[in-house]
């Protein structure tokens, strides 16, 4: 019995050296947006005094609506300097997409270069075992066991060595030219990531204390980074930079990618305290005077704008405003519609951006932590497998052939037999691990937990602006379906998934939800698939306040 036990003993232990590892992740906070948040936001705007005055005058007033000239002007500076905050995020942003975007190019380029080599390690070793293990019984045929037992020392050596070779490439392998080239310059740069290079407002954001913290989100960022990845950002050594690099290895590579996108996150945040602040400051529609038509029974009309002004709720106000530039009045009244409808078209568009936001951060979190590490953990130990499935052959090879020329047949072949017992159960492990084993999850649920019908816990719900747009029935439509309906049923149709969509445990297992604990790569491929198509919805919101804006113009 000591043999089988032994044999479990070691499958065991196989399986504890090849389970996942996970990167520390903190859940979430609720996103918040109180009357600190847009304070903090108007500090870094520099127009904390103009807000306070705002507030007085409607304070002194009681009417939020308040139309003086001055209200008007203050207004006007405030949407001003917020939309300059909403450019200059997606500004930085954008160029973090591309410092992602060719980091990842590189990346995967070296992985298939990689891949290609192992193979190439991988067929030597096949074809030299092919071809010594069609020799030997020939030459046994003929009587010529000495030549056979040489073939056998042979094989065993040339696949040990091989498996040895491919291990120490593993080791030093690393990819070639990764610096951007000159024609790249005005767009990737590969500076370390070390937060500089940000637009004005947004290095003023980093350097500001977010609430109930003591330090910086800057320091607090670093600190991150320290815990989570293990780097120093007082060393720009660390800071992975691939600026002057002739070479790189895929780690570092890696480790660039989620430094990125963790600084991309935390630029995303600025979001909130902008909406945070145009919440605190706006103006409230009035309700329809009974001679205004409403703007959605006209025809004159597409019907995108039409439901962007139900959303936001100023159909009278844009009806009113269109009227005015038909005739060409020009007076306070159209300025301060003018303004109204900059103030609520920034303020939907905000609450939809930071809804896409959350949603950017899980498909960035899933594709560069979830998914990377168990694509990079299923290569890395498929190769591992194969490697000592060979080197145990190779070792056994040698020493049955070294039995052989010492006449001790019987013991040769016994060296063939636990040889083969080795590779069978390691060939066992090789098939489990093309599944890529499991990662456990660190995460609430997700953006698509409450697009599922979910019923996830309010502080991962999208906020009723955004729930009223799903919820919502596009233009278009003919059937009366919502987007939300849209959505699910698109997803089910057309079978954008390789996962039943109508089994309540695949929905829970994409979603995040609580109950769900273990995620794999299937899982966390539809997932993304599906978090893609999301983000795609909520941005198309985007096109529709622009096309009103051109309208009222």
Known sequence: MALPRNKLLAILL??????????????PAPIRLTKDDAMQGADILGIRAHVERLLVIQAQ???PNNQSEETLLLKSLIL?????GVLEIRQACNKIDLELAYAYDVMKREQRREAFIFELFNLANFAQLSTFYTLEPFVRQHNQFVMSAIFTTISGSLGTTIATLSKLYAHTAKADHVAPPKVLAHMVDGWPVDTEHMPPLVNRFLDSEAIDSKGTRREELFATWKTRYHVDASNKKELCGIKDKRRASIGLLSNRILLLWSLRTCVQDFDYDLLALIKLVKEHPAEPPASVHSYSNSSSYSANEIEVVRLLNIESEVNELIGLKQNNINNARRERLNLLVLEKALEGSLELQAASDKVDDELNYNYHVVLSSLLASRAKWQQWIYNLNFIQSGIMGIVAGRLYLSRWSWAGDKQFVISGGIGTGL?????LAMHGFWRKVDTGPNSLAETLNLHPADEYRFSPFVSAFLND?????????????????????NRVTTMNLNRIKTLEALADMPSHKLDTIKIATNRNVLLESLKKDLESFQFEVLELLRTTE
């Not at 399986?15 to 590892?21: E, G, T």
């Not at 001003?80 to 300059?84: A, E, Q, T």
């Not at 060939?427 to 098939?431: D, N, P, Q, R, Y």
């Open 14 to 27: 196989c399986w504890l050296v090849l389970l996942q590892p996970t990167f520390a992740y903190t859940k």
């Open 61 to 63: 007033t009681g009417d």
């Open 80 to 84: 001003r300097k917020i939309l300059r």
């Open 427 to 431: 060939t066992t492990l090789s098939i």
């Open 473 to 493: 029935v596009p233009p278009g439509s003919t059937d009366g379906k919502t987007r939300r309906e849209i959505l699910n049923d698109a997803w089910r149709k």
